[in-house]
């Protein structure tokens, strides 16, 4: 196991599963398909980093697929706190020394801005990708901090700002990286195709 280990979340493109709300203004079949062009964005930014890689998928592990060459796991869980709890986990327990998290609903995001968030870890206790919508992109740390993962506004505009909060109620220090945009809605996207 190498010291530095990044975590991808990924859904399945199931239909109905994933964009629900790109899916409203575009259908179903239009929101998988701007979700393939993220997933594939995400693992040619990721495939050359040197760090050791794992692919959680949200419903289930598809073997063959674009993300061949990573180390494929289930997320677990009965919300995104508790998923990314469990992944964090699962790696530090592996022997993992600085643990960073990615989605894959970001077109900003780039190998730098993966590489800043493990050079952080160098300093900090914890780093986080801001999001344009009040969440974040990214997340690291050097050991598991639970109370990270418990009782957060998941997809609400605060979640950023309650876990920042939650850093500073625990004394521990934190590196903000760039503020990025998440491809939430039809019109996050049209902005890139355009």
């Not at 992944?87 to 995001?109: H, M, N, P, T, Y």
Request: glycine share 6%; net charge negative.
């Amino acid at each position: 196991m190498a010291e530095n280990h990044l975590i991808i979340f990924v859904k399945n493109p199931i239909p109905g599963n994933v964009k629900t709300r790109i899916a409203r203004t575009v259908g179903n079949d239009k929101a998988v398909e701007v979700y393939r062009h993220l997933l594939q964005y995400t693992q040619q930014l990721t495939r050359m980093l040197p760090y050791s890689r794992s692919v959680y998928y949200g419903d289930f592990i598809n073997s063959n697929d674009g993300w061949n060459g990573y180390e494929k796991q289930l997320q677990t869980g009965d919300d995104l706190g508790q998923r990314m709890h469990n992944a964090f986990q699962e790696q530090f327990a592996a022997g993992a020394k600085r643990v960073v998290i990615i989605g894959s609903d970001c077109l900003d995001i780039t190998e730098d801005h993966i590489r800043q968030a493990f050079q952080a870890l160098a300093e900090a206790d914890v780093v986080i990708g801001p999001a344009t919508d009040g969440g974040y992109y990214l997340l690291g740390m050097k050991q598991l901090h639970a109370f990270l993962f418990e009782n957060k506004p998941w997809s609400e505009p605060n979640l950023r700002e309650q876990t920042e909060q939650a850093l500073q109620a625990h004394n521990l220090t934190f590196k903000r990286l760039a503020e990025l945009s998440d491809i939430d809605e039809w019109e996050d996207y049209a902005k890139y195709v355009r």
